[in-house]
């Protein structure tokens, strides 16, 4: 039997908006379960081919923004955090899940 795995860090945030570490393989049938439309990704390099295949094939947008790794001093541009937040107001995105690489600044 699948199970069911969470992605480290995994927390609701408030009704349709999740958070987290970096999803990988054994998360996905987790985050499916979600019914996801957006997936924001807060990482400094682009999402894995496997994070992109498992949006492509449950129609989920991936998101990406460049941000530093958190453990550095990390400066967003405050035309990126605007950004950000507009997709996370915005109801077409959700439910979405916002992650980076471990999942505890997100």
Same mark, same amino acid.
């Given at each position: 039997?699948? %199970?069911? =795995?969470?992605?480290?860090?995994? /927390? &609701?945030?408030?009704?349709? &908006?999740?958070?987290?570490?970096?999803?990988?393989?054994?998360?996905?049938?987790?985050?499916?379960?979600?019914?996801?439309?957006?997936?924001? /990704?807060?990482?400094? +390099?682009?999402? +894995?081919? #496997?994070?992109?295949?498992?949006? %492509? %094939?449950?129609? =989920?947008?991936?998101?990406?923004? +460049? =941000?530093?790794?958190?453990?550095? #001093?990390?400066? =967003?541009? %405050?035309?990126?955090?605007?950004?950000?937040?507009?997709?996370? &107001?915005?109801?077409?995105?959700?439910? &979405?899940?916002?992650?980076?690489? #471990?999942?505890?600044?997100?």
């Amino acid at each position: 039997m699948n %199970q069911l =795995i969470p992605p480290f860090r995994y /927390s &609701i945030v408030e009704e349709g &908006i999740f958070r987290g570490a970096y999803p990988t393989n054994q998360n996905f049938r987790f985050l499916r379960r979600l019914k996801l439309r957006t997936i924001l /990704s807060l990482t400094p +390099t682009a999402p +894995t081919a #496997d994070l992109v295949h498992f949006c %492509q %094939q449950n129609n =989920i947008e991936n998101v990406h923004f +460049t =941000i530093g790794r958190m453990k550095d #001093d990390v400066k =967003i541009p %405050q035309e990126v955090i605007a950004s950000i937040l507009e997709i996370l &107001i915005d109801s077409s995105k959700l439910p &979405i899940y916002v992650h980076c690489l #471990d999942g505890p600044k997100v």
